[in-house]
């Protein structure tokens, strides 16, 4: 049995078995691949995949659980690799980044400006994308932490608290709720409004009814949505986080207690090697989860245990 083989028969079956679409992205021939795939059937004495003709069909319920062995052990393999070129080289290397808008535009850059001048050998990147895209890059290893505006449990990614940030109302200054101190919800619900996709928590009688069917848009890029009420299609619900006095003077905002925020969060997939500057980053996204604290984090057995860590920690507002 070779390294090789079981990572031909993972890529197949993350190629839902068209072995054209996996011999190009492994740089092969089909034919190789095929010979190696049935030489570890072989000498293993099962059937991995069906096949009609020369075409692969379906996964055999061995197969699945062997496929599954096999991608744990590549993993290993290369959890096994980044620690010997960490031992070797301890502050080179990469970090990938798989962040929302939010946290891309407005917390990443002044993040990398000083972690790049503390680590200046290890190359820095950051994958933009949904929610949704950003844990998937994670999950299959293409990133290494995600950043995402809200902590999200589930799957094998372990998710941590980062910072607490705040929603507010954004307006152009002429709108004639600006001059208003203290908007309530009945105020809001005669405009229409631009949403970053969040909750707006509203009451649930006829003013907060009224106000879900108010929504003109949803723009989960706060630059597109600030765009969006300069063109007077309605008053903007974002993260204040996304507020730049200088760039968006004619604008103005309004911070109300009713508009839920939201609470970062860090994802990290579960069982991976952390190399030290991966943890100097995260430190300095999240002050309160030292070294010590994530790996306490990444040892517990069980989402109750890992609660109880997090309870009393406080979190940075920003």
């Not at 229409?192 to 009224?210: F, K, N, Q, S, Y």
């Not at 009393?312 to 507002?317: I, K, R, T």
């Amino acid at each position: 049995m070779k390294l090789q083989q079981l990572r031909y028969i993972v890529e197949v079956a993350n190629h839902r078995l068209n072995l054209s679409a996996t011999a190009e992205s492994l740089y092969t021939s089909q034919p190789g691949i095929s010979k190696q795939v049935r030489m570890l059937e072989d000498e293993l004495g099962i059937q991995i995949f069906e096949r009609s003709g020369k075409h692969l069909t379906q996964i055999t319920p061995i197969g699945r659980d062997v496929i599954k062995v096999a991608t744990e052990v590549l993993d290993k393999v290369a959890t096994i690799k980044v620690m010997a070129k960490q031992h070797v080289h301890p502050e080179q290397g990469t970090l990938t980044i798989a962040a929302t808008h939010l946290q891309a535009r407005y917390i990443l850059p002044a993040i990398i400006k000083s972690f790049m001048s503390r680590f200046p050998k290890v190359a820095v990147t950051v994958r933009q994308g949904s929610a949704a895209q950003c844990r998937a890059a994670v999950h299959d290893g293409v990133a290494d932490l995600l950043l995402a505006d809200a902590r999200e449990e589930g799957g094998d990614l372990l998710m941590l608290p980062s910072f607490q940030w705040q929603r507010g109302l954004v307006m152009p200054k002429s709108h004639p709720l600006a001059v208003t101190s203290s908007l309530t919800q009945a105020e809001l619900a005669n405009y229409a409004l631009v949403t970053d996709g969040g909750p707006l928590a509203l009451a649930h009688d006829e003013v907060g009814a009224h106000a879900e069917r108010r929504i003109a848009c949803c723009a989960s890029d706060s630059d597109v949505l600030k765009t969006y009420v300069r063109q007077g299609l309605g008053i903007g619900v974002m993260a204040m986080l996304a507020w730049e006095p200088e760039r968006d003077a004619d604008l103005i905002t309004k911070t109300v207690s009713w508009l839920p925020g939201g609470v970062a969060a860090i994802g990290l997939r579960r069982g991976t090697f952390l190399c030290a500057y991966l943890y100097d980053f995260i430190e300095r996204l999240a002050p309160q989860l030292t070294r010590e604290r994530v790996e306490q984090c990444c040892s517990a057995r069980s989402s109750e245990e890992l609660d109880q860590l997090l309870a009393n920690q406080s979190v940075l507002q920003r």
